[in-house]
């Protein structure tokens, strides 16, 4: 079973290049962290005593401003980042996907990277192997899987990663918002793949900005707020709190429908 536990964590950023008062002031201002009491380095504190606890079977959107804490959140979760203080216990193997591009070498091959993305998911080579002709026709780029990545463009390198991404099987699924940013009609495509994903995951975190986004692949939320877990509970209830109105109401009736049945049972 898989299963992650944080408690009472924390996790400081200490700024060694604001040497100078006035450039102090300003981190600190902006940030509202404060002055580590030993080294007089400022200290941005990321997070600030964290207790969650996620189960198999939790589909969990992350919403916050812009520095809430998320994607410091994000790599706690998926053990990258230990807390200052306080303690974290994941059991289950993570595929953090914060950037899609991350792990793609531009020498080698669309197919040849298939396999080494595969690899930095925790996959083997012989599974990728197996998965390389489902990918291929999924992202559209015939012969160019033969070709350098480094002679892709830009929308041709997200394809590529978007078919790697949602061809694994996560036990931990941490997926930063990045993976919003395909054109709409690609994207579309890649959302039964994205669905087909979560549905094989133990857990699912997600961070976005995108209600519709958070309403096809999760059922509850956490707002982030400077650095504090200020809320968890359904995704609707926590919209509805942290933007101050119902997400719902600007739906279409078909999203509307759809979605009430899957987080509330019905309206
Ligand atoms: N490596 C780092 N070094 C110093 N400060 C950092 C570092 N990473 C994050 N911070 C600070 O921690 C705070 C939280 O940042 P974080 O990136 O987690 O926010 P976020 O909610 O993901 O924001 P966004 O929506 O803009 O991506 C911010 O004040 C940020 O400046």
Redesign the pocket.
């Known amino acids: 079973m898989v299963s992650i536990d944080v408690w009472n964590a924390s996790v400081d ?1 200490p ?1 060694f290049d604001a040497k100078t008062r006035s450039m102090k002031k300003q981190v600190l201002g ?2 509202g ?1 404060k002055i580590g009491s030993d080294t007089k380095v400022p200290i ?1 504190e ?1 997070l600030h005593d964290i207790t969650v606890s996620l189960k198999e079977g939790d589909r969990v959107g992350l919403v ?10 994000l790599r706690l979760l998926s053990g990258i980042y230990e807390p200052t203080r306080g303690s974290a216990k994941i059991v289950g193997k993570i595929a953090p996907v914060f950037d899609l591009g991350i792990g793609m070498d531009p020498e080698i091959s669309g197919l040849e990277n298939i396999i080494i993305r595969g690899l930095f998911l925790g996959m083997t080579a012989k599974q990728m192997e197996k998965r390389v002709d489902d990918i291929a026709e999924f992202t559209e780029l015939g012969d160019y899987l033969q070709m350098p990545l480094r002679t892709y463009s830009t929308g041709m390198r997200v394809r590529l990663a978007l078919g790697v991404v949602t061809s694994i099987d996560p036990e931990i699924l941490i997926l930063d918002e990045g993976i919003g940013a395909v054109d709409a009609a690609f994207l579309a495509k890649a959302k039964d793949r994205l669905k087909d994903l979560v549905k094989r995951s133990g857990i699912l975190v997600f ?1 976005s ?1 995108s209600d519709e986004f958070l309403f096809e692949l999760c059922d509850s939320a956490i707002w ?1 707020d400077e ?1 504090h877990l200020k809320q968890r509970g359904t995704l609707r209830d926590v919209l509805t709190q942290y933007k101050g109105r119902d997400p719902f109401e600007h739906m279409s009736p078909e999203n509307r429908e759809r979605f009430a049945v899957a987080t509330n049972g019905g309206e």
């Open positions: 950023f700024i902006k940030v962290g941005i990321a916050g401003h812009n520095g809430a804490g998320k994607s410091t959140l961070a900005h982030m650095g």
